[in-house]
């Protein structure tokens, strides 16, 4: 009976023991890292950050190019009444050589969502929002196709008016990437008949040795 009296002590003393709310100080950890996550949460508050000796803004370094993008726009948007750039841009040409059917046709989706509705799908300036004059805007937008002044406009001119803006025109650089600006310009000059259609869809090296 006194044995079981003292393990019954025991046990009641470890689970005493074991329920201590006093709070330790923990050993050293070896890998901090692993133990404690420094993860970033995406709708957290990160103004901290640095506090916390955490570097980290959310934003590609300086200089990077992302991987499949195309090089940056090296000429800067004009200050105000200043017109040297977008004059410079001029020489810039077009990276986008060839198109295939299939990039073509999303070339045409991208200037409808983004461009008919001024320009109009036929490129004609008559897009819903000056419909033959009833719409709300006043002026008649740029003529893409059957204005000798935009179907001239070089390639670099027309890059430079779709990423900063140009007139009553908003910048578009929010809403495509330089490979979609480039591909939309590229899209209105085969519409301006400056350029052929699309390019043929590119064969792998099997199938070409195959037709050989």
Same mark, same amino acid.
């Given at each position: 009976?006194?044995?079981?009296?003292?393990?019954?002590?025991?046990?009641?003393?470890?689970?005493?023991?074991?329920?201590?709310?006093?709070?330790?100080?923990?050993? *050293?950890?070896?890998? +901090?890292?692993? @133990?404690?996550?420094?993860?970033?949460?995406?709708? =957290?508050?990160?103004? &901290?950050?640095? !506090?916390?000796?955490?570097?980290?803004?959310?934003?590609?370094?300086?200089?990077?190019?992302?991987?499949?993008?195309?090089?940056?726009?090296?000429?800067?948007?004009?200050?105000?009444?200043?017109?040297?750039?977008?004059?410079?841009?001029?020489?810039?040409?077009?990276?986008?050589?060839?198109?295939?059917?299939?990039?073509?046709?999303?070339?045409?989706?991208?200037?409808?969502?983004?461009?008919?509705?001024?320009?109009?799908?036929?490129?004609?300036?008559?897009?819903?929002?000056?419909? *033959?004059?009833?719409? +709300?805007?006043? @002026?008649?937008?740029?003529?893409?196709?059957?204005? =000798?002044?935009?179907? &001239?406009?070089? !390639?670099?001119?027309?890059?430079?008016?779709?990423?900063?803006?140009?007139?009553?025109?908003?910048?578009?650089?929010?809403?495509?990437?330089?490979?979609?600006?480039?591909?939309?310009?590229?899209?209105?000059?085969?519409?301006?008949?400056?350029?052929?259609?699309?390019?043929?869809?590119?064969?792998?090296?099997?199938?070409?040795?195959?037709?050989?």
């Amino acid at each position: 009976m006194r044995k079981l009296t003292f393990i019954a002590c025991c046990v009641v003393g470890s689970v005493l023991v074991g329920c201590d709310s006093v709070q330790r100080t923990p050993n *050293d950890t070896y890998m +901090p890292d692993m @133990a404690y996550s420094r993860s970033y949460e995406t709708y =957290a508050d990160h103004s &901290n950050l640095a !506090e916390k000796g955490i570097s980290y803004n959310n934003q590609p370094v300086a200089g990077t190019v992302a991987r499949g993008s195309d090089l940056p726009f090296h000429i800067p948007m004009d200050a105000v009444g200043d017109t040297a750039n977008y004059v410079a841009s001029k020489a810039v040409k077009s990276p986008v050589l060839s198109l295939t059917d299939a990039q073509l046709k999303e070339a045409e989706r991208l200037y409808l969502i983004n461009c008919g509705i001024c320009h109009g799908a036929k490129l004609d300036g008559n897009g819903p929002l000056y419909k *033959d004059g009833n719409g +709300p805007y006043p @002026a008649k937008p740029a003529t893409l196709v059957g204005d =000798a002044k935009y179907e &001239n406009m070089p !390639e670099g001119q027309m890059f430079y008016s779709l990423t900063y803006g140009k007139n009553l025109m908003g910048s578009y650089a929010a809403q495509l990437n330089r490979k979609q600006r480039w591909d939309i310009i590229y899209y209105i000059k085969v519409k301006q008949g400056k350029i052929g259609t699309a390019a043929p869809a590119a064969t792998n090296d099997s199938t070409a040795m195959a037709k050989k």
